[in-house]
């Protein structure tokens, strides 16, 4: 069973960026999917950013801004958050699965506990 664990949020000024990590303990290989969601408060979790083998994809809040990428070596995944926005407030999941559609979240069988990150305007 595979299980992760996130770092990285914090509290920060809108426009600047963040980078969080997610590291995965057990069985994972390059075909394991890992991606990014986030939930804000009164709000539904929300798809952000996954990856695989090719190319990453993204959900609309993230085009542009979010960065995700893995190192494979170190079983670590990475979301890098560029020019945040206080509507970025939320606490982020890292999630790994053997998933066909990224942003279902019934695909995933592993989540992360989550970290905070604030954006102050």
């Known amino acids: 069973q595979v299980h992760l664990v996130e770092s990285g949020g914090g509290l920060v000024q809108a426009g600047g960026s963040l980078s969080l990590s997610c590291v995965a303990s057990?069985?994972?290989?390059?075909?394991?999917?890992m991606g990014w969601f986030r939930q804000a408060p009164g709000k539904e979790r929300e798809f952000v950013a996954f990856?695989?083998?090719?190319?990453?994809y993204y959900g609309d809040s993230a085009k542009g801004r979010f960065t995700i990428a893995r190192d494979n070596a170190k079983n670590t995944l990475y979301l890098q958050m560029n020019r945040l926005k206080p509507e970025d407030t939320a606490v982020y999941y890292c999630?790994?699965?053997?998933?066909?559609?990224?942003?279902?979240?019934?695909?995933?069988?592993?989540w992360g506990q989550g970290t905070q990150v604030t954006v102050s305007s």
């Open positions: 990856i695989r083998t090719g190319s990453p």
């Open positions: 057990g069985p994972t290989s390059e075909s394991y999917g």
């Open positions: 999630a790994g699965g053997w998933v066909l559609n990224p942003q279902n979240m019934d695909q995933y069988d592993q």
